[in-house]
Nanobody, 125 residues
Framework: QVQLEESGGGWVQPGGSLRIACVYS??????????MGWFRQAPGKEREFLAS????????YYDDTVRGRFAISRDNRKNTVYLQMNSLKPEDTAVYYC????????????????WGQGTQVTVSS
């Protein structure tokens, strides 16, 4: 059974920073062999792609809305992928999801096989 669990979400003021993490636990998914992605979904909106990282962490890809503000990274020794979020804006408020089992750079939710339950990020003053 594949388990992805996000953590680190919370409330932050505009302009602030937050780092969220996604840990994989299980035996059927070799974390270090797969690209990982981060998505988010705001109320009433579709889930949107944010960032992708290849299996080694040597290549990353971002949506234009977060490029330069967000940074994806991974630690394969810890089976963990991170999303560092800086200069946060109220429009970044959403539930953030990590995803695995998809291609590096995959932008569509349907391309990913495994999902976490999400972590809420709220940006407000």
């Amino acid at each position: 059974q594949v388990q992805l669990e996000e953590s680190g979400g919370g409330w932050v003021q505009p302009g602030g920073s937050l780092r969220i993490a996604c840990v994989y636990s299980g035996r059927t998914f070799t974390f270090s062999r797969y690209a990982m992605g981060w998505f988010r979904q705001a109320p009433g909106k579709e889930r949107e792609f944010l960032a992708s990282i290849n299996w080694s962490g040597g290549n990353t890809y971002y949506d234009d809305t977060v490029r330069g503000r967000f940074a994806i990274s991974r630690d394969n020794r810890k089976n963990t992928v991170y999303l560092q979020m800086n200069s946060l804006k109220p429009e970044d408020t959403a539930v953030y999801y990590c995803a695995g089992g998809g291609p590096f750079g995959g932008r569509r939710s349907s391309e990913y096989e495994f999902w976490g339950q999400g972590t809420q990020v709220t940006v407000s003053s």
